[in-house]
């Protein structure tokens, strides 16, 4: 009787083990955390729990790892597309809608020409497939703006399955950098055939004859050293904009009085605006002391005050400066023939001038605001004008007081 209820109870037990082992399974199927075993002698609940610990270790680290594929391609700034075998979208990223100019990725399931509406982009899908090997091509796409993108199709899977990674590369900046650098190289060539071709006409004249026209002799030869002159300042200057615009280029930084400086400045241009009948006066205060590239904020002072003395018929060059403990200013304020408002956006410009004759005749390079420009940015500061036409301009450079940008 003793052995019948033992043996009742033991399996009475065993299938209370079965039923929370079923119950356990049936939690993992559904993805619910399965509970600690209760009784740590059963075996087949704790292995079970151990399944479930373990499934679990791998789901997770499968999710973080598609996460980090999910955050990889939504921050590419390629296009990245997925294609299958019937032409339809499997998967885009932010980058291939941004430049196709739709708003989101393409759908799952939408057929990419409808997606892209860019015939040269089927065609080169086609190929890539047909011929079984990456294809690239360069084409250019036309929505939001028009842009040129390097596209390249590269079949994936065993040959013949179709699925094709297309990517998208952006070449529009790199376009643009490069028509930068032709203009430039056009634009100083330009500068260099004017007083080069003036030094040969008048070495030639002095050669031909002129060296025994005792009366203008003096005159070729102060011709061929101004032109001399202004080789040398187009050289300073091209220098000065290549060291600024250098990759990694940092402000030499060390604590000075600015209105010293500027005071300092006046003092040198002082002589050459008594040549040209110009008060040049700096409004009195106390030391404004700041940390800064002292020789790069002398040569943005010295631009300053050159074009205000150079573009000024009458009246006068006042400079101010000023700041509170976060910003330090100085502007040069001239009385002179001033500026339409339509000139202003592109004044920072290289080579970009509003009196072409006046600046030329004045011995202008055409890129003093533009090194203005730059001094400043290096700063982490900024530069503006106010110009009025027939009353005058104001130009100020705008620097943080303790030297960011080092
Ligand atoms: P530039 O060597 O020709 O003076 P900048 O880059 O210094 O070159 O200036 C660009 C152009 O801006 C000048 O050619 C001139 O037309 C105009 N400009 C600059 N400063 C002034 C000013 N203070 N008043 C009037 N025009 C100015």
Known sequence: MVGAAVVFAWLMRRAARTRAATELVRRMARGEPAPAA???????????????????????????????????????????????????????????????????????????????????LDSLLRRARAEGRATEADMRLWAPEPRTVHATATPLGAPGAGTVLVVLHDLTEVERLDRVRQDFVANVSHEL?????????????????????????????????????????????????????????????????????????????RPRAARARLELALEPGGALPIVADRGRIEQAAANLLDNAIKYTERGRVDVRAGGDHGRAWFEVADTGEGMAAEELPRLFERFYRVDKARSRARGGTGLGLSIVKHIAALHHGEVGVQSQPGVGSTFRVTLPREGAGG
């Open 38 to 120: 209760r009784d740590p002698g059963d075996a087949l609940a704790v292995a079970l729990a151990q399944l479930d610990a373990a499934t679990r270790a791998r789901f997770d680290a499968l999710a973080r790892e598609r996460d980090e594929r999910e955050r990889i391609l939504a921050h590419l700034s390629d296009g990245v597309a997925l294609v299958d075998a019937a032409g339809r979208i499997v998967r885009t990223n932010h980058a291939f809608a941004a430049l196709l100019g739709a708003p989101l990725p393409g759908e799952p399931g939408t057929p990419l020409q409808d997606f892209a509406r860019v015939p040269e």
């Open 193 to 269: 055939r004017t007083p080069l071709t003036s030094l040969r006409g008048y070495a030639e004249t002095l050669l031909d004859g002129g060296l025994d026209d005792v009366e203008r002799r003096a005159g070729f030869v102060r011709v061929i050293r101004d032109q001399a002159v202004r080789l040398e300042r187009l050289a300073q200057d091209l220098l000065s904009l290549a060291e600024l615009e250098r990759p990694g280029a940092r402000p030499r930084l060390e604590r000075f009085d600015l209105r010293a400086l500027l005071e300092q400045q006046i003092a040198a241009f």
